[in-house]
């Protein structure tokens, strides 16, 4: 399957934030049946604000420094999810360094290149993946972390005694400790391990 098609058709990250604003106001206009206005507004409000203020350490400058950008990056994504909220920004921050190209497409109106990207069943997002000149994947990232990945873990291992609301908490408190640090990591790894 080639990618291509769906990087033509992708959205920038200017046009992702906009598409989001839009669906916002939509869903404002129609009363928010799905009730999705609050996830809306404070993801757009967290994406501005990482993008605006995420900064690479000095490790990671070099790391970046050192690849070669023969490659673009695709992200399945949308503007509901929380997850992507905290990494979207991030890993366009990461396009910009690498000096590639950065295409957005939506999850729901996607789902047949979702049926390719599954995690555990499930059609979480976001969905990083690398694409070569040829539309082939090169490596693939998400739906969150390896941390994030954990406490997920911990929540359907045991969802009695570990509740939603202390899952939300903590993988809450862990994007905002963490800063980023480990997606840029994870996302370096994966490019490194790709050529």
């Not at 995420?54 to 990671?60: E, G, H, R, T, V």
């Not at 790391?63 to 905290?86: H, M, V, Y």
């Not at 295409?103 to 996607?110: A, I």
């Not at 400790?177 to 997606?183: F, H, L, S, V």
Request: charge should be negative.
């Amino acid at each position: 399957m080639s990618l291509n098609t769906y990087f033509t058709e992708g959205l920038s990250y200017e046009n992702y934030i906009e598409y989001t604003e839009d669906a916002l106001e939509a869903e404002i206009e129609i009363d928010d049946p799905q009730e999705l206005v609050q996830y809306y507004a404070i993801n757009l409000q967290r994406m501005r604000r990482i993008h605006k203020t995420f900064k690479f350490s000095n490790a990671q400058k070099k790391r970046i420094e050192a690849i070669e950008n023969n490659f673009k990056i695709l992200i399945i994504t949308e503007g509901w999810c929380g997850d992507a909220s905290q990494i979207v920004p991030i890993v366009e921050r990461l396009a910009e360094a690498l000096k590639v190209e950065c295409k957005f497409v939506l999850r729901d109106q996607h789902m047949d290149l979702m049926e390719n990207y599954k995690t555990n069943n499930t059609i979480s997002i976001p969905i990083i993946v690398g694409v070569d000149q040829e539309g082939e994947e090169l490596f693939r990232f998400g739906p969150r972390p390896a941390r994030g990945m954990e406490i997920l873990t911990k929540f359907k291992e045991n969802p009695d005694r570990y509740s939603k609301e202390e899952f939300h908490e903590d993988l809450q408190r862990y994007y905002n400790e963490n800063k980023g640090e480990d997606t840029v990591n994870e996302l370096l790894d994966l490019i490194d391990e790709s050529k």
